[in-house]
């Protein structure tokens, strides 16, 4: 797990679906770091930038990201994203 490379993602996610105005979306196909891990990772993230978002476990394999009306989902199915991609603003597969 590159702990840099993946805080520069989680950066990318909140500040996409933040620009969004109240109706942003993303969804990331967490390939290569276990999803509790990254958990771990928006921890420190939302105390750092103080966000305000929150992690909701939503399945097995993923859990929600954010707040409100903008939400990000991150999840370790290839299954999940591709039946959630097709509506969802900004999709990353890493």
Not at 16 to 32: F, H, P, Q, R, T
Not at 82 to 92: C, E, H, M
Request: hydrophobic share 40%; glycine share 6%.
């Amino acid at each position: 797990m590159n702990i840099e490379l993946n805080n520069k993602v989680l950066d990318l996610i909140y500040n996409s679906v933040k620009s969004e105005g109240g109706d942003g979306d993303a969804i990331w196909l967490c390939k290569y770091s276990p999803l509790e891990l990254i958990k771990g990772l928006i921890r420190v993230y939302d105390s750092i930038n103080s966000t305000g978002w929150s992690i909701t476990n939503e399945t097995e394999n993923s859990f929600l990201w954010g707040n409100d009306q903008e939400w990000a989902i991150i999840t370790d199915s290839q299954e999940e994203f591709q039946a959630r991609a097709s509506w969802i603003i900004l999709k990353l597969d890493y």
